[in-house]
């Protein structure tokens, strides 16, 4: 199974400055069909996750433009150019390169100072 | 649009059963494959099991695989999740997702929460 490795763990981050979040994945996430399956998910206090970011860099349905992702093979990057209060909860990387089965990073806690 | 609503969670002895059901609206449920995931306590996200578009292929988290059974009813709009020999380290919440192709898990429910305790 690929595992996911997520750094750091906990972000404290001031209002309207940018935060980043990594995510190193145990082999390449590379599919046979070209594309790489690497999602990023944030989870609000108390919520059920939401898909923000798919295939490395593609922005979700009604996600703001401050979330961006970036990386390619085994590295990625979740950035938030400025946070906002509302963005506070954990956030989780994702594969799906080996579909049917997903596995996770263990998620990062993002935290206003 | 999309909806996801689980339900059948509760307090249930170690070793007992419990059948948890997902309603699905807002999309055509026979043209997605769909996921539980769950998440135990104050701990990060696992998939446990995932069902493709017509039910004839299913495929399982190694802890769970020959106790867990995933199930859906197309004409009834339901995905289902039939738990035995239930364990104390099953206790989570359960959520129910979409595959979307290309994306991943890209709809969620608002999960229901198993609690295996004597």
């Known amino acids: 199974d690929i595992v996911m490795t997520q750094t750091p763990l906990s972000s404290p981050v001031t209002l309207g400055q940018p935060a980043s979040i990594s995510c190193r994945s145990s082999?390449?996430?590379?599919?046979?069909?070209?594309?790489?399956?690497l999602s990023w998910l944030q989870q609000r206090p108390g919520q059920p996750p939401r898909l923000l970011i798919y295939?490395?860099?593609n922005r979700f349905s009604g996600v703001p433009d401050r979330f961006s992702g970036s990386g390619a093979g085994t590295d990625f990057t979740l950035k938030i150019s400025r946070v906002e209060a509302e963005d506070v909860g954990v956030y989780y990387c994702?594969?799906?390169?080996?579909?049917?089965?997903?596995?996770f990073g263990q998620g990062t806690k993002l935290e206003i100072k | 649009e999309v909806q996801l609503v689980e339900s059948g969670g509760g307090l249930v002895q170690p070793g007992g059963s419990l059948r948890l059901s997902c309603a699905a609206s807002?999309?055509?449920?026979?043209?997605?494959?769909m996921s539980w995931v769950r998440q135990a306590p104050g701990k990060g996200l696992e998939w446990v099991a995932n069902?493709?578009?017509?039910?004839?292929?299913?495929y399982y988290l190694d802890s769970v695989r020959g106790r867990f059974t995933i199930s859906r009813d197309n004409a009834k709009n339901s995905l289902y999740l039939q738990m035995n020999s239930l364990r104390a380290e099953d206790t989570a919440v359960y959520y129910c997702?979409?595959?979307?192709?290309?994306?991943?898990?890209?709809?969620w429910g608002q999960g229901t929460l198993v609690t295996v305790s004597s």
């Open positions: 997702a979409r595959d979307v192709v290309g994306l991943g898990l890209g709809d």
């Open positions: 807002g999309f055509t449920l026979s043209d997605y494959y």
């Open positions: 069902i493709n578009q017509d039910g004839s292929t299913k």
């Open positions: 082999q390449s996430l590379v599919h046979s069909d070209g594309n790489t399956y």
């Open positions: 295939k490395i860099s």
């Open positions: 994702t594969q799906a390169t080996q579909f049917p089965s997903y596995t």
